[in-house]
């Protein structure tokens, strides 16, 4: 299948999935303000949704910042998806959410997106006085291949000397490898058909080898080493739980903290569809865990 035949196949998938959005939503409202900007960055111009808590703030106190990426298999969805739960992030975290709407493949392979991501965090490192952030007080995460791409950035800015703080990453039910079939991984029958997945990575990948570059593949790294502390989230009945499993246990063997929490019974995608309260558990984890890492960085 040639790229435009791809590009022809996915915006079908992007139309039904446009129609079909059953998403779950917080069962509380959170008071933020959320602005949109586009932003420039090597994949040219970046939409970016920036939530803010609507709390007092004194002149000296600058907010932590919270990069998300959502899912969709590299080829779907966008940063609406999210909007939600990033006013849930935003407001019980109180931090900044920089919600990332990422060029998708087919149109835009790897590694535009890990590139394009790593450009949001850089600028808004340059840009801090104009939303007083504080640049000492990053973290990064996404969900699906959201969290592959949380995972790429923090790889590739350990490879360009830590250009900027990364206190914590949360890799939400991600995939983390690339390299392996889909069809040689566990199987579920609530899973994401092999076939679909293999598809999605053929669409995301420039050239097959490219699943062997860490960029792609995070878990296939060569060291795990001076990396940031992680929030691991997997689904028991998830074909990409085994990879995220050993993605922590690689981290742990290199002297990285990590905080893995297995749900029990739930599907890949629960933080957005599905069991409510479950979700709810996994998004105050992820909030939860942000507030305590900014705390501690502020002591």
């Known amino acids: 299948?040639?790229?435009?035949?791809?590009?022809?196949?996915?915006?079908?998938?992007?139309?039904?999935?446009?129609?079909?959005?059953?998403?779950?939503?917080?069962?509380?409202?959170?008071?933020?303000?959320?602005?949109e900007y586009m932003i420039p960055t090597s994949a040219g111009e970046t939409r970016v949704l920036v939530y803010v808590p609507n709390r007092k703030q004194t002149d000296t106190v600058t907010w932590p910042v919270f990069f998300n990426m959502h899912g969709g298999g590299f080829v779907l969805g966008q940063a609406d998806g999210d909007d939600s739960w990033c006013r849930l992030i935003a407001d019980r975290a109180a931090c900044?959410?920089?919600n990332i709407d990422y060029k998708l493949a087919p149109e835009h392979k790897f590694p535009t997106a890990v590139y394009e991501c790593y450009d949001v965090v850089k600028w808004m490192q340059t840009h801090a006085d104009e939303f007083s952030a504080n640049v000492s007080m990053f973290a990064i995460g996404g969900h699906s291949a959201g969290g592959n791409l949380a995972a790429a950035v923090c790889l590739l800015n350990r490879e360009?000397?830590?250009?900027?703080?990364?206190?914590l990453q949360i890799i939400d039910y991600a995939v983390l490898d690339l390299a392996t079939d889909p069809a040689e991984k566990p199987n579920f029958p609530e899973a994401i058909p092999a076939d679909v997945a293999k598809t999605f990575n053929t669409m995301y990948l420039t050239k097959p080898e490219d699943a062997l570059n860490p960029l792609a593949s995070p878990v296939?790294?060569?060291?795990?080493?001076?990396?940031?502390?992680?929030?691991?989230?997997?689904?028991?009945?998830?074909?990409?739980?085994q990879e995220a499993r050993t993605y922590a246990a690689k981290l742990e063997a290199d002297g990285v903290k990590v905080t893995h929490k297995d749900f029990a019974g739930a599907v890949h995608g629960f933080t957005h569809h599905g069991d409510l309260q479950m979700a709810e558990?996994?998004?105050?984890?992820?909030?939860?865990?942000?507030?305590?890492?900014?705390n501690q960085a502020s002591v």
């Open 1 to 35: 299948m040639d790229q435009q035949q791809q590009i022809a196949m996915v915006q079908q998938m992007r139309q039904h999935s446009s129609g079909n959005d059953q998403s779950l939503q917080p069962s509380v409202t959170y008071d933020v303000t959320v602005k």
């Open 220 to 241: 296939l790294a060569d060291s795990f080493s001076n990396l940031p502390e992680a929030l691991i989230i997997t689904a028991e009945r998830d074909s990409l739980a």
């Open 96 to 98: 900044l959410v920089v």
């Open 281 to 294: 558990d996994a998004w105050y984890l992820m909030s939860d865990k942000l507030k305590g890492i900014f």
């Open 160 to 167: 360009r000397g830590n250009e900027f703080p990364i206190l």
